[in-house]
Structures are given as structure tokens and as C-alpha cells.
């Protein structure tokens, strides 16, 4: 069981938007900076976002990140095909003294 | 660019040591700001950081692993080296080497393409 709550799905249309939920606590999300993945299948994850809400250079502004409390939230905007993959959310813990995943979340088109 | 590369056995047997090796090109781990680490994937995706060093010998380790976990770092063959002792079936997983931000591990923003070591007998 993750120490980050993801929802397991989301499905979306191309061209829409879509949030995707990292639920955590005081000591993780609460205090730290929350990173993003992208894990298209087979290969290795790549980083979306990281500091919050910062996007490395290569990453389209559709991709968009904001923490509020111990919730973190990636928004996509304007799905396109290779969009669909699996997205994780990342940030340190201070009582585990650990870095610590969501479980992940599976982004399919309607 | 930075290139990441993982090696080593593929398969290992229950209680023995994995061992693999992460060779790093494109950049030097001498002098780099970054901290190395290893992060594996569950075959349910479930991602979980292992280790991470930096190159002076600084090193941070996930507390359940911790008792099993050897990682190193070799500044002349630019590589980064992993130990998982008393291996298990839960230790079956894809194993990645990666380029993590700090300490605390804000970020891994270098990922090498994974290596999948099962553990069965």
C-alpha cells in the first residue's frame, strides 16, 4: 500500500482535460516538493514535473502541476494519443526519512 | 546527454546477493551536484526507491531495505553500484539506476531503461 493515494484510472477524451489526484499528509506533500512521471509502457519513467510545479525543458505547458495542502494535482490539457500511459506522483517524507511513490495512475482515452 | 546503463544477472537465486551495476555516460559522476540512486518497479508497477549516494560518500537509504542494501559509487569508471542481500520472490522486479536532485530525492530527472531480475531458484 502506497503512502501516496493515486486513483488507479482515469479516462478522458482527446483533446480534453484531465486532473490526476496525490493524496498524502502533513510530513510528505504537506512540507515537501511534489514531482511527476510519465511511464509509457515498456519503457522507463520520464519526468513531468518536479519542485511542484515546474516542468523540465521538452515538456509541453499542457502539462501542469499545484499542491494544495497534502494533495498534489497534474493537470493535462489537450489529450493527445501519447498521453495514454501510467502517472506517478513522487516526494520525500519526513517521518519515513524516505522517498516515497504513488501507486500510480492509468490514463486510458474514452 | 546523459546516458544511463544497467547490468547484471537477470535472474538470482533466493537468499543470494544481487548485484548490479549502473554505467553512466554523457557526464561525470565526479563533480556532479547530483546525487545516484536505484529505484525499482514491481511487476504490479508499484515504484520504490532503494538507495542513493553521493559521489563524496554520502548515502541515503529506504529504512525497510536498509539492513539489506550495499550502494557504491566508482568515480573512475563513472558507474554506480548496487547490493540487495538475502534475496526473495518479493525482490523480483525491474530495477532502475537514476539521477536524483538532492538528498531528499526531489527529483530524478535521468533514468537509465531498467533491468529485470527475477529471483527464483
Known amino acids: 500500500q502506497s503512502v501516496l493515494t493515486q486513483p488507479p484510472s482515469v479516462s478522458a477524451a482527446p483533446g480534453q482535460k484531465v486532473s490526476i489526484s496525490c493524496s498524502g499528509s502533513?510530513?510528505?506533500?504537506?512540507?515537501?516538493?511534489v514531482s511527476w512521471y510519465q511511464q509509457l509502457p515498456g519503457t522507463a519513467p520520464k519526468l513531468l514535473i518536479y519542485?511542484?510545479?515546474k516542468r523540465p525543458s521538452g515538456i509541453p505547458d499542457r502539462f501542469s502541476g499545484s499542491k494544495s495542502g497534502t494533495s498534489a494535482t497534474l493537470d493535462i490539457t489537450g489529450l493527445q494519443a501519447g498521453d495514454e500511459a501510467d502517472y506517478y506522483c513522487?516526494?520525500?517524507?519526513?517521518?519515513?526519512?524516505?522517498?516515497?511513490f504513488g501507486g500510480g495512475t492509468e490514463l486510458t482515452f474514452l | 546527454q546523459l546516458h544511463l546503463q544497467e547490468s547484471g544477472p537477470g535472474l538470482v537465486k533466493p537468499s543470494e546477493t544481487l548485484s548490479l551495476t549502473c554505467t553512466v555516460s554523457?557526464?561525470?559522476?565526479?563533480?556532479?551536484?547530483?546525487?545516484w540512486g536505484w529505484i525499482r518497479q514491481s511487476l504490479g508497477k508499484q515504484l520504490e526507491w532503494i538507495a542513493s549516494?553521493?559521489?563524496?560518500?554520502?548515502?541515503f537509504y529506504n529504512p525497510p531495505l536498509k539492513s539489506r542494501v550495499t550502494i557504491s559509487v566508482d568515480t573512475s569508471k563513472n558507474q554506480v553500484s548496487l547490493e540487495l542481500s538475502s534475496v526473495t520472490a518479493a525482490d523480483t522486479a525491474v530495477y532502475y539506476c537514476?539521477?536524483?536532485?538532492?538528498?531528499?530525492?526531489?527529483?530524478?530527472?535521468?533514468w537509465g531503461q531498467g533491468t529485470l531480475v527475477t529471483v527464483s531458484s
Open positions: 554523457g557526464g561525470s559522476i565526479r563533480g556532479s551536484t547530483y546525487y
Open positions: 549516494m553521493y559521489h563524496s560518500g554520502r548515502t
Open positions: 513522487q516526494t520525500w517524507d519526513n517521518s519515513l526519512t524516505a522517498v516515497v
Open positions: 502533513y510530513s510528505n506533500i504537506g512540507v515537501n516538493y
Open positions: 537514476a539521477r536524483t536532485s538532492d538528498a531528499s530525492g526531489s527529483y530524478s530527472d535521468s
Open positions: 519542485n511542484t510545479d
